[in-house]
């Protein structure tokens, strides 16, 4: 009786395995320069190797069309704020950023 139970028992663990191993991978990339939709409306645009970009697309957080700019530091393995700038400011007041119009 002990051994039908315990083979029982690993026949669960094989099933539960089996399930793990054929659940679907997840949807993001980790190639370089790629983009990866949070579903809130911001997204993380990697720049180069240890710098990343937040893009702020909600119309309703006071923040909408700002960038913030992360670098990388291997030593303290943080990102580390460089800057910011608001996009879409600047695509509607250009010569504020001193973009001549012609």
Do not use: W
């Not at 190797?49 to 303290?76: C, E, H, K, Q």
Request: with cysteine; hydrophobic share 35%.
């Amino acid at each position: 009786m002990n051994d039908k139970f315990s083979k029982g028992i690993l026949v669960g663990i094989l099933i539960c395995l089996i399930i793990i191993a054929l659940k679907p991978n997840s949807t993001q990339t980790s190639s370089q320069n790629s983009t990866i939709d949070i579903n809130v409306g911001e997204e993380i645009i990697q720049l180069a190797p240890n710098r990343i970009a937040v893009v702020d697309n909600r119309a309703n957080s006071g923040m909408g069309g700002t960038i913030l700019v992360f670098d990388y530091d291997d030593n303290t393995e943080k990102f580390n704020f460089v800057g910011h700038m608001n996009y879409s400011d600047y695509f509607s007041n250009p010569n504020k950023y001193g973009v001549p119009t012609n």
